[in-house]
C-alpha cells in the first residue's frame, strides 16, 4: 500500500515514568489536577507495579513537577501538540509497555524474571516486508521479542549523530540511557548521582529534537514524546477499561502519561482530548507508510488522527 502522509521519518522519544498530573497537571487547558511540587529529583522511586496501580487512588504519591521544572515540554506543548487523554496500554511497569510500542501486544502485565523471547508480530517485521527502515536506539524490550533480538540495535547516543547527518531510518525508536531518562533512581547510588532529574532528562529530549532540525528532517517528521508507564504517581483520570487480565483485574488502559506531538503538521497550540495510548503510535506508522494493520487493536484505533493537519501550512521547528 502506498504511504498516506508526507512523513518519511517517524521518531517515537520514550522517556520513563511520569504520569499527565505529575508533568502537566496545571498546564492551561488540560484535563489535569493541581498538586504540591516534587522534588527534583524525586526522593524515591514509586512503586509502579500492576498490585500498586490497583490501589492507586489510596497509595499513590501526590506530587508534581511544575512549568519551571520541564520548561520545554511545556514549551512544545504550547507550540504544537499535547496529548492529555493518552494512556499507557498496560495497567502495569515498563516491559509491558514496551511491548506494546513496538508489538502493539504484551502476553504480560508484570516485568519478567527473567524475560522469555516472546514470538509476535511485530512492526519492524512489517516495515522489514515493505522494504522500509527501522532503528532501535538504546531499547532493552526488542530483545525480548523473537523477531528483533539483536537487529537494527544502536546505542542511545547514536540518535543524534544519525539526525544531526540527515540519515534517519523511516522509524527510530529512542531511549536515553537510565540517567537521562527520567526514571527515578531506584538505588542509593543512583540517588547520590542525581539519576531522576527531570529536567536534565528534559534537556537530552531537547538534544535529539535539535539533531533532527540540524540534518535538515524537519519538513518530513513526526516526532512523538511519550513516557513508558505512570511511574506509581497519583493521576486523576480513571482510565476506560478495555481488557481485562487473566485474573479478573484491568490490563487494558493503564495510567494516563503525557504525549508531545512535534511536527510541520502537528496542530498549533492543540491540546488532544481523544483516547490515546502506546497502541496509536504504531497505527500510526502502519497509516503513514501504507502497512496492513497489525492486530485488532491497532485496526481499532485512529493512529493519532486528530492531532494532525497535513493540509496546513507547515509550522517552524522549535
Not at 507495579?49 to 512544545?76: G, S
Not at 504544537?80 to 493518552?86: V, W
Amino acid at each position: 500500500m502506498a504511504a498516506t502522509t508526507p512523513i518519511e521519518h517517524v521518531v517515537i522519544v520514550v522517556k520513563e515514568n511520569h504520569g499527565l498530573d505529575n508533568y502537566f497537571g496545571q498546564f492551561p487547558g488540560a484535563i489535569g489536577m493541581a498538586m504540591p511540587h516534587s522534588p527534583n529529583p524525586p526522593k524515591k522511586d514509586p512503586n509502579h507495579r500492576h498490585p500498586a496501580w490497583l490501589t492507586r487512588a489510596k497509595t499513590a504519591p501526590r506530587v508534581q513537577f511544575f512549568e519551571a521544572d520541564i520548561p520545554k515540554y511545556w514549551a512544545w506543548a504550547r507550540s504544537f501538540t499535547l496529548c492529555d487523554s493518552y494512556f499507557t496500554d498496560v495497567a502495569g511497569p515498563s516491559t509491558p509497555n514496551h511491548l506494546m510500542l513496538v508489538a502493539a501486544a504484551s502476553p504480560i502485565i508484570e516485568n519478567p524474571h527473567p524475560a522469555p523471547l516472546f514470538d509476535l508480530p511485530t512492526l519492524p517485521a512489517q516495515l522489514d516486508a515493505s522494504h522500509l527502515t527501522w532503528t532501535n536506539y538504546g531499547g532493552y524490550v526488542f530483545d525480548y521479542l523473537k523477531y528483533t533480538n539483536g537487529k537494527n540495535k544502536k546505542q542511545p547516543a547514536d540518535f543524534a549523530a544519525d539526525a544531526a547527518a540527515g540519515k534517519l531510518p523511516a522509524v527510530s525508536w529512542v531511549y536515553a540511557d537510565n540517567a537521562l531518562s527520567e526514571h527515578p533512581a531506584d538505588t542509593a547510588a543512583e540517588r547520590k548521582a542525581g539519576n531522576g532529574n527531570v529536567t536534565k532528562g528534559m534537556a537530552w529530549t531537547v538534544a535529539q529534537v535539535a539533531a533532527i532540525v540540524k540534518g535538515g528532517l524537519w519538513p518530513k517528521v513526526a516526532i512523538f514524546v511519550t513516557w513508558d508507564d505512570w511511574g506509581g504517581w497519583y493521576d486523576h483520570v480513571n482510565p476506560p477499561l478495555v481488557e481485562k487480565w487473566t485474573d479478573g483485574t484491568q490490563f487494558r488502559y493503564g495510567g494516563r502519561v503525557p504525549c508531545l506531538v512535534l511536527s510541520p503538521y502537528a496542530k498549533a497550540g492543540f491540546i488532544s482530548h481523544a483516547t490515546h495510548s502506546h497502541v496509536s503510535l504504531v497505527r500510526f506508522c502502519e497509516h503513514a507508510f501504507g502497512l496492513p494493520s497489525l492486530n485488532a487493536r491497532t485496526a481499532a484505533d485512529d493512529g493519532m488522527a486528530d492531532c494532525f493537519d497535513f493540509k496546513q501550512k507547515p509550522l517552524p521547528p522549535p
